[in-house]
């Protein structure tokens, strides 16, 4: 693989099930993000980890949680899906957490919807 | 509140110029990306700028002026491929991206 690789690349799921959305990256990028996407709204920060070992809150964080155990994998887990977190969840990664350009990578996303 | 603001919709014709507009008010500035997104796939880098001026790629440039708040994007020698979804997003005080909500660019032959 190059660059990051998501997985589901699509998902239907029944609310209050318990969902995990892997990313794996193989450019050891130290930082990692979780984004969504819904329709006219810009890319929403739900959790990120400027390096593995550590994770911080984004803009949404409500009701999904992350964990970094090594550099390569973040994956996002839905504990209680609800039908709100029906979206496209991009993953993302950087060679840095902040200055310079610090260009983020995406991954393809997995769009999950919640019923 | 921090607020990045871009047009919905353009269209333009293959060939021909556009110019894609971004206004921002946020917590601070540490730079403005301009991403690339076609339907159904990942938002992809086209540009940063940090600096007040022009930052020239090829077809594609960047405008930036802090004091106004306000980047653009210029493509020239618009090419069909070039239909697809142009995100700004600016970097604020605590290194956090803000994201516009995009603007959808309609190619016509």
């Known amino acids: 693989i190059a660059g990051i690789t998501q997985a589901p690349t699509s998902q239907i799921l029944a609310a209050g099930r318990r969902m995990t959305l892997r990313c794996t990256q193989d450019m050891r990028h130290n930082a990692m993000y979780w984004y969504r996407q819904d329709l006219g709204l810009g890319l929403r920060l739900i959790h990120y980890?400027?390096?593995?070992?550590?994770?911080g809150k984004g803009e949404v964080p409500d009701g999904y949680s992350v964990s970094r155990a090594n550099t390569d994998d973040f994956p996002l887990t839905l504990a209680s899906a609800v039908p709100s977190q029906t979206s496209v969840y991009f993953c993302?990664?950087?060679?840095?957490?902040?200055?310079?350009?610090?260009?983020?990578?995406f991954g393809a996303g997995s769009r999950l919807t919640v019923l | 509140g921090q607020n990045i603001d871009q047009p919905t919709e353009m269209t333009a014709t293959e060939g021909a110029i556009v110019q894609i507009n971004c206004t921002y008010q946020t917590s601070g500035f540490n730079g403005l990306f301009w991403y690339q997104q076609h339907a159904g796939e990942a938002p992809t880098f086209l540009s940063y700028n940090v600096l007040d001026g022009l930052e020239e790629k090829g077809r594609f440039s960047s405008f930036l002026s802090r004091s106004k708040g306000y980047s653009y994007l210029l493509l020239k020698e618009l090419q069909m491929k070039d239909s697809a979804s142009y995100l700004c997003a600016v970097r604020d005080s605590n290194y956090q991206l803000i994201w516009g909500a995009g603007t959808k660019l309609i190619i016509k032959p």
């Open positions: 980890s400027n390096t593995a070992g550590t994770t």
């Open positions: 993302a990664s950087s060679q840095k957490g902040d200055s310079g350009a610090n260009v983020l990578t």
